[in-house]
C-alpha cells in the first residue's frame, strides 16, 4: 500500500525553525518528484518547495526561497523539509506529494496536479 506520512509540524514562535518529514512505505522515492505544498485556512493550496530525488535538483516558491530547505535521504525513504526565520504566513497545513520524476521539474515542479500520491499532512502554526 502505497503511504506518505508527513511529521514534524507544530506550534512555533516568529523567527523560529521547523523541520518536517515526510516518509514513504510501500514504494521506494528513487527517481521520484516529491513537493512540499501548504493551505493556510481560507485559502488554496500552493506549492512551496519540491526535488528531483535522482539527481536532487530542487524548486521553491518565492515566498519561502532562501528561508526553507528541501532535501531527500534515500536510504530513509525520506524527504524533508527544513523551515527557517518562519512567519505567521506560514502558518498552514502542509502536505507532502509524490510522483514519478519524468517531466515534473520541466512542468515547474510546484503544481499539484503534477502530484499522484498525497499525504494527510500537518499542522504548522506560528505564532507568539
Known amino acids: 500500500q502505497v503511504r506518505l506520512v508527513e511529521s514534524g509540524g507544530g506550534l512555533v514562535q516568529p523567527g523560529g525553525s521547523l523541520r518536517l518529514s515526510c516518509a514513504a512505505s510501500?514504494?521506494?522515492?528513487?527517481?521520484?518528484?516529491v513537493g512540499w505544498f501548504r493551505q493556510a485556512a481560507g485559502k488554496d493550496r500552493e506549492g512551496v518547495a519540491c526535488?528531483?530525488?535522482?539527481?536532487?535538483?530542487?524548486r521553491y516558491s518565492d515566498s519561502v526561497e532562501g528561508r526553507f530547505t528541501i532535501s531527500s535521504d534515500n536510504a530513509k525513504n525520506t524527504v524533508y523539509l527544513q523551515m527557517n526565520t518562519l512567519d505567521p504566513e506560514d502558518t498552514g497545513i502542509y502536505y507532502c506529494?509524490?510522483?514519478?520524476?519524468?517531466?515534473?521539474?520541466?512542468?515547474?515542479?510546484?503544481?499539484?496536479?503534477?502530484?499522484?500520491?498525497w499525504g494527510r499532512g500537518t499542522q504548522v502554526t506560528v505564532s507568539l
Open positions: 506529494a509524490a510522483v514519478p520524476a519524468v517531466g515534473v521539474m520541466a512542468s515547474g515542479g510546484l503544481f499539484e496536479w503534477l502530484y499522484h500520491y
Open positions: 510501500g514504494f521506494t522515492l528513487d527517481h521520484y518528484a
Open positions: 526535488i528531483s530525488t535522482g539527481d536532487n535538483m530542487t
